[in-house]
Each structure stands twice: as C-alpha cells, then as structure tokens.
C-alpha cells in the first residue's frame, strides 16, 4: 500500500468505498485518520506490518485488513479509493519503496507474482 501502512495504508484503502454503510466510519478511521508516517517511521512497528504482510506472525486487526486488501488495491491502483486515500497511499509508496526496495520487492513476489499491477502503480506514483 508496509508499508506498508501503505500499501501497506498502504496497499487496503479501497474498503471504505465498498464497505456496508454501518462500518463506513470504521473504515475511514482504519484509513484514513492513521497517520502512515507513524507505521513507516517505527521500525518495529513497520517490521510486525511486514510480517503480517509475509505471513510470519500473527495479524494485529489493522495489519489483517490492509493485508486482506492488498491484491485488491494494487490490481486496481486503488481504484476503489476516495482522493484521500489514493493521496495517502502514493504517499506511503513514494516513501516506503526507496527506504525498503527488498521488501516492497518479496511484496510483489507474494501481491502481484504476474508482475501485471507494478507498471500501473509505479505510473500513478509518479503522476
């Protein structure tokens, strides 16, 4: 989106707009009132995202919900996303990937093995 908050925030974004409307709050809290600098900025928190992400540990209940969308959101380059998010979630990407490119690639290799998503997110983050 890690990341990830980013795509990690990052990459999961795109539920509030699918989401019934009884949990809408609950997903632009999840979403969009979490500070990605936060998650990007703590390296132990960062690393349990990663790890969730990978499927080492256990999920923390944010972590399982961005893990859950993350094929969803790079397939689609967020297209479920409001302008808020898609800005949270370039912004997560422009940041993460250059501090973590080993992980962002093993992120890929699991979120996006055909390689079809990567083009299209690299061009929305640098749009």
Same mark, same amino acid.
């Given at each position: 989106?890690?990341?990830?908050?980013?795509?990690?925030?990052?990459?999961?974004?795109?539920?509030?707009?699918?989401? %019934?409307?009884?949990?809408?709050?609950?997903?632009?809290?999840?979403?969009?009132?979490?500070? %990605?600098?936060?998650?990007?900025?703590?390296?132990?928190?960062?690393?349990?995202y990663l790890k969730c992400f990978y499927s080492e540990i256990e999920?923390? %209940?944010?972590?399982?919900?961005?893990?859950?969308?993350?094929?969803?959101?790079?397939?689609?380059?967020?297209?479920?996303?409001?302008?808020?998010?898609?800005?949270?979630?370039?912004?997560?990407?422009?940041?993460?990937?250059p501090a973590h490119p080993k992980d962002w690639d093993r992120i890929?290799?699991?979120?996006?093995?055909?390689?079809?998503a990567w083009p299209k997110v690299k061009a929305f983050m640098e749009?």
């Amino acid at each position: 989106m890690l990341l990830l908050y980013g795509l990690c925030a990052f990459v999961a974004l795109n539920l509030s707009a699918g989401a %019934p409307q009884e949990d809408l709050s609950f997903y632009e809290q999840v979403f969009e009132e979490v500070d %990605p600098d936060m998650i990007l900025d703590n390296e132990r928190i960062l690393q349990s995202y990663l790890k969730c992400f990978y499927s080492e540990i256990e999920c923390n %209940p944010h972590a399982a919900v961005v893990k859950k969308s993350i094929p969803e959101v790079l397939s689609t380059v967020c297209g479920k996303c409001s302008d808020k998010q898609k800005s949270i979630f370039k912004y997560s990407l422009n940041k993460f990937i250059p501090a973590h490119p080993k992980d962002w690639d093993r992120i890929l290799s699991i979120y996006d093995p055909s390689g079809e998503a990567w083009p299209k997110v690299k061009a929305f983050m640098e749009s």
